[in-house]
């Protein structure tokens, strides 16, 4: 069983900056890709960040440049660093793992590639 908890939500203006942090209390943490997604009522949720297990990452287009991806297997907690806040980044951010061998083709920032996740933090404006 994997347990993800967020934190670092909170409100920003534009130009702001947040970091989001992800605390696993799993075993299997270091085999894991971690990702980052968010969500905003009444649309479907989308794919913001990911980092595999050799730290290669990957972003969507609308964040590359302004988010960074990270991870701390010592600590079993990986973070997204959010800088140049703009208002289309409110959303509920949700961290998630996945062990699934479906990433390379699927998509690294596909939800449904990934089998746990955390309850949530807003973003606000």
């Known amino acids: 069983h994997v347990q993800l908890v967020e934190s670092g939500g909170g409100s920003v203006q534009a130009g702001g900056s947040l970091r989001l942090s992800c605390a696993a209390r799993?075993?299997?943490?270091?085999?894991?890709?971690m990702g980052w997604f968010r969500q905003v009522p009444g649309k479907e949720r989308e794919g913001v960040a990911a980092i595999e297990s050799d730290f290669s990452t990957y972003y969507s287009d609308s964040v590359k440049g302004r988010f960074t991806i990270s991870r701390d297997n010592n600590k079993s907690t990986f973070y997204l660093q959010m800088n140049n806040l703009q208002p289309e980044d409110t959303a509920m951010y949700y961290c998630?793992?996945?062990?699934?061998?479906?990433?390379?083709?699927?998509?690294?920032?596909?939800?449904?590639?990934?089998?746990?996740w955390g309850q949530g933090t807003q973003v606000t404006f």
């Open positions: 799993t075993g299997t943490f270091r085999s894991a890709c």
């Open positions: 998630a793992a996945s062990h699934s061998p479906l990433l390379p083709m699927k998509g690294y920032l596909a939800p449904k590639e990934y089998n746990y």
